[in-house]
């Protein structure tokens, strides 16, 4: 079965540190993927998505994410972290029937000042 | 400005009361999904609907049903609630074609007594 999965259910960094947060996903062929972020009391926004040529995508908020077919993974980076980055993070793809997204279980990160 | 809204956000029951969760988008898509997230479990699809009249079972159907008699309209329905489906609700929706992002909305969130 399809499946996501971020291995890292929580993250702290301090600010202006580098970010990266892992997903891993387990599908025949190349899903579609997305990362969204659920800030605190909101609804989830959509970073970024791949569907195909260039492996690096570019996000909102400087996020970006490389996608890695040899390792199944499209982790999320971001160069310096603020604060008020602080959210869930998850990790969804698109594998097929009924437009429905696969989500991981989520990676809850922390910044400290 | 192009949304997905819920009703009600917060919501408080008892086990047994018949509720609706109601969800509405402005933006003409064809593709709507209800989503509930879990610590730990992320978030699992419940119901989707591809168009009008046109509904299917998610991942985690029990206890609910839904309906799509209008194009924007996608309420939620839980006809006995019981404490196990107390939860974080949302109510995504996209247009049909692969891979489409899909925009959430705010939470409802729901707590069963």
């Known amino acids: 079965a399809q499946s996501v999965t971020q291995p890292d259910i929580h993250i702290t960094v301090s600010e202006g540190a580098s970010l990266e947060l892992r997903c891993n996903y387990s599908?025949?062929?190349?899903?579609?993927l997305f990362w969204y972020v659920q800030s605190p009391g909101q609804g989830l926004q959509l970073l970024l998505k791949y569907f195909s040529g260039d492996t690096l995508v570019q996000g909102i908020k400087g996020f970006e994410a490389e996608f890695k077919r040899s390792q199944s993974s499209f982790n999320l980076r971001k160069p310096s972290v603020h604060w008020s980055d602080a959210a869930e993070y998850f990790c969804a793809a698109f594998t097929g029937g009924g437009n429905k997204l696969t989500f991981g279980t989520g990676t809850q990160l922390k910044v400290e000042l | 400005e192009a949304q997905v809204t819920q009703n009600p956000r917060y919501l408080i029951t008892v086990t047994g009361k018949k509720l609706t969760v109601t969800c509405s988008q402005n933006m003409n898509h064809e593709y709507m999904s209800w989503y509930r997230q879990d610590p730990g479990l992320g978030l699992r699809q419940i119901y989707y609907s591809m168009n009008v009249e046109v509904t299917d079972k998610g991942d985690v159907p029990e206890g609910y049903k839904v309906s799509r008699k209008e194009k924007r309209n996608f309420p939620l329905i839980l006809e006995s609630p019981s404490p196990n489906q107390t939860s974080l609700y949302f109510c995504?929706?996209?247009?049909?074609?692969?891979?489409?992002?899909?925009?959430f909305g705010p939470g409802t969130r729901l707590l069963v007594l």
């Open positions: 995504a929706s996209s247009g049909l074609s692969r891979g489409e992002t899909q925009y």
């Open positions: 599908y025949g062929a190349t899903p579609y």
